[in-house]
Antibody, heavy 123, light 107 residues
Framework: EVQLVESGGGLVQPGGSLSLSCAASGFAFSSYAMTWVRQAPGKGLEWVSAISSGGDTTYYADSVKGRFTISRDNSKNTLNLQMNSLRAEDTAVYYC????????????????WGQGTLVTVSS | SYELTQPPSVSVSPGQTARITCSGDALPKQYAYWYQQKPGRAPVVLIYKDSERPSGIPERFSGSSSGTTVTLTISGVQAEDEADYYCQSADSSGTYVFGTGTEVTVL
């Protein structure tokens, strides 16, 4: 059974930093692209960042580019998100998700999700 | 990046059919996917590749595509289908986008 467990959320002041982790199990982690998606309180889903299976290619939403860094440790089956220069508008539940990616067929979607971790940016 | 637009809300009586649209200029070139999210829970994928249903998803959920609009249809709506629904697509640069979301209310 695929399991994704996020951790690292909490309260941080504007301008501060926070590091999120996602522990993966139940599948061949190193074979799958991974992603972070967030949801502000009472709002819709927003894609944040994605990383290739090998970790050599990363993608970011314009809203976090230059402030957030996605990475992975395939030896530890862990996905990470380093968040710097945090703003009030970054307050959200952050989900990690396993990407189903079939490049030849142009299929890309989020097959399994964790339960999320809450990040609150406030003074 | 681009936008995907959904109606904010849809109301439907039990046993009737609910249709949720998602519009975006890139949809003729990219597949669409649909997710269901219940309060306090993570999203669950309902439809992939415009109209394919993952194993375990009830047959009453179906998807279709026409031009710049994709549609999620829930046939024979049940009370448990009350939730938020999101479309999602991707662009050729490797980024992703979600629709604005639709709240489905079962009357």
């Amino acid at each position: 059974e695929v399991q994704l467990v996020e951790s690292g959320g909490g309260l941080v002041q504007p301008g501060g930093s926070l590091s999120l982790s996602c522990a993966a199990s139940g599948f061949a982690f190193s074979s799958y692209a991974m992603t972070w998606v967030r949801q502000a309180p009472g709002k819709g889903l927003e894609w944040v960042s994605a990383i290739s299976s090998g970790g050599d290619t990363t993608y970011y939403a314009d809203s976090v580019k230059g402030r957030f860094t996605i990475s992975r440790d395939n030896s530890k089956n862990t996905l990470n998100l380093q968040m710097n220069s945090l703003r009030a508008e970054d307050t959200a539940v952050y989900y990690c998700a396993k990407v189903f990616l079939l490049v030849s067929a142009a299929i890309r979607y989020f097959q399994h999700w964790g339960q999320g971790t809450l990040v609150t940016v406030s003074s | 990046s681009y936008e995907l637009t959904q109606p904010p809300s849809v109301s439907v009586s039990p046993g009737q059919t609910a249709r949720i649209t998602c519009s975006g200029d890139a949809l003729p070139k990219q597949y669409a996917y649909w997710y269901q999210q219940k309060p306090g829970r993570a999203p669950v994928v309902l439809i992939y590749k415009d109209s394919e249903r993952p194993s375990g998803i009830p047959e009453r959920f179906s998807g279709s595509s026409s031009g710049t609009t994709v549609t999620l249809t829930i046939s024979g709506v049940q009370a448990e289908d009350e939730a938020d629904y999101y479309c999602q697509s991707a662009d050729s640069s490797g980024t992703y986008v979600f629709g604005t979301g639709t709240e489905v209310t079962v009357l």
